[in-house]
């Protein structure tokens, strides 16, 4: 089949289906905005909450490349094909005293998560947390947890039904997924928490050399406005504690009024290398949400700059902009039609048959995901 004919084929299909969602339902009266679906019910047996996500989507890339990725892409990085994304289910217990909580991963989100695991990624990838907290009542709000948890940094998370977007936006490709280690948090007052992380490093459970990472965050959050950072410092290097990395994320969200959402993100990121000049990588986010009812729109543009190649393994500068269309089919079912152009000032993206050999690149694409259980 031609690029031509698939294209037409594919957008076929996207209209298909959500025609398809669309005329299963009567819409209310004009005058009355149907209502948000009700929250997931809680699944629970012993104490322990159950909760799972089935998450899978259907990508045309007009680059056609016949590497079949999407460079830069987390978790929708294979082209022009369908795939199945990620398959998570969770058993969580909240701390009463003690608790605990495990996610299983499954599918292809499994791999490009652990990617960079030193202890290899048939071993840990299907962990994507795991870690108990303790919470004693004598310690008034403050916990204590241990084990592999997903990071604190950054304005998306690997969920996709929990983020504004399908994609993952450019910030949260470049920076750390998890970590491997202990954290404290605790509330400073009414409104603001702060915590104190000592991990193995970014990315890693099994570290790479023999020094360790500490984390910083804060947090003020209200029903209107909500303010949260972190900043990580510690040697990330192979086989060597010289040249520390510091990393820095800021996240400020805005709820004026429920119907309209923002976030501005912005990431600064040095790395230090002993006898040269040291790497910086650094970025911003913008993103809004307008929702109604089963419909959202969540616009988004980012500016990123790898200054020395660290991150990306090219110096350049990128920037994306993403359309998202939401509708929420049923109780834990959402589907999101996306359209994102990413462009950089280098020849990055892969074209045909010709690897990063193109400055731009735009995607088309379609997700499902199914949810049961809390909805986080």
Known sequence: MSPSSYRCAFVSALCLVLSAAVSGQTPPPATTPPPDPAPAPVWSAGGIDFSGL??????????????????LRYFDH??????????????????????????????KAADTFHATEPGGVEVYKHLLQAYVTLKPASMKGASIDFGKFVTSAGAEVTESHLNWNYSRGLLYANGPFYHFGARFTAP???NVTAGYQLVNGWNNVEDNNSGKTHGLTFAVTSPMLNWFNTYYVGPEKTNTNDGYRNFYDTVLAINPNGKFQGLLNFDYGQENNPGSRASKFYGFALAGRVSGGPWAFSPRYEWYKDQSGLITGVAQKLQEFTATLEYKMAEGFVTRLEYRRDFSNQPFFDKGNELASSKNMNTLEIGFMVFFGPKR
């Open 188 to 190: 400073i007052g009414k």
């Open 78 to 107: 294979k082209a022009n094909q369908l795939t199945l994304n990620m398959v998570k289910l969770t058993a969580e217990h909240t701390a009463d005293p003690i608790g605990f909580k495990v996610d299983f991963l499954f599918g």
């Open 54 to 71: 089935v998450d899978g989507y259907a990508n045309l890339n007009f680059n056609h490349p016949a590497s079949r990725n999407n460079n």
